[in-house]
């Protein structure tokens, strides 16, 4: 499709092929309009997933947030402020998918047993024992 390999091309079909790949690199090289290309890429996927392939995709979303603040809690000095609220923030990201998860499938015990123990983590006893209730029952 290069334009110099048939550059009297009547339709122009090279030189369109050409240009939406430049356009796309140039939309790779800026930080801002790749992050909202991916978004709207991720946006579109999920939307022509099964419900509860999203909800299993949050659910693991969750677990590598909830598994990055397990290790930092276990690495960090319990006095390192940034450290906390780094903890803190992750947890907080892992409810939130665990959240959108059960909102997609709220059968699914998997994700409240995960939300109750991000729950337990932040010593928010009362969600985490009303996710457990609905685990158990």
Known sequence: FHPDKRPNSSTGTGQRVTQAVLDAWEALQDSGRRAAYDEAWRRR?????????????????????????????????????????TGLKLYKGAIDKYSEGVALVPGDHRLRSNRALCYAALKDWARCRQDAQVVTE
């Open 45 to 85: 996927r999920d939307g022509a997933l099964p419900p509860r392939e999203r909800a299993e995709a949050r659910r693991r979303e969750g677990n590598a947030l909830y598994k990055e603040a397990q290790a930092l809690a276990k690495s960090a000095s319990p006095e390192s402020l940034s450290a906390v609220a």
